[in-house]
């Protein structure tokens, strides 16, 4: 069985802050030991946005094999815990520059529009708007109701293009999390 490999990359928002974090893809999603993530005050421009999501879709990795076949084990837990390491670094950046009192309260209430790229078979992102419920976790809407909340724009569009596109998604974004709106419409 053939699996269709992806890159990914999640970008928050809130009303102080935006950050874009490249991940790994291991049959599972997790922060990337080695790509590109970044992080700004929420007032960036839509070039600034699209700059960094294609350096974090490029700069992510895909582990699946091919074939569907498994992991290495010890190798996916190494990762693992060099993952949860940088991510942790991550965010105690953020709760510092954005003067949080903990990690705990950085983690809370922020806008989450998941990219993926599917490099082997399309040059289209897709990115994903998604709601958040009153724990913190974000989810898709059921496939009944997620019409006008995915976005798809090509790899190779200018900056701005996929930057502005983000900017959509981010509008769709639903829930007690949910940050004020897009400050470039």
Known sequence: MAVIRSKSCSIRRT??????????VWY???????????????????EWIGLNVRLAL??????TPIDGGSLDREARIAMEEASNERRLAFWDDITASYG????????????????SWRFDSTNDIELLSTKSSRGGGH??????????RVFS??????DRDIGETVLKA?????GPGKSTEPLFP
């Open 58 to 63: 490029q700069t992510s990795e895909s582990f």
């Open 139 to 148: 989810s898709a809407w059921p496939r009944n109701r997620n019409e006008g």
């Open 100 to 115: 949080y009192k903990s990690r705990d309260v950085a983690w809370k209430k922020f806008d989450l529009v998941a990219a």
């Open 15 to 24: 009303d102080k802050w935006i950050s874009i974090e490249s991940e790994e």
């Open 170 to 174: 981010f509008a769709k974004c639903e």
């Open 153 to 158: 724009v090509p790899i190779d569009a200018s």
């Open 28 to 46: 599972g999603i997790y922060f990337s030991r080695k790509g590109h993530v970044i992080h700004a005050p929420r007032d960036v421009t839509p």
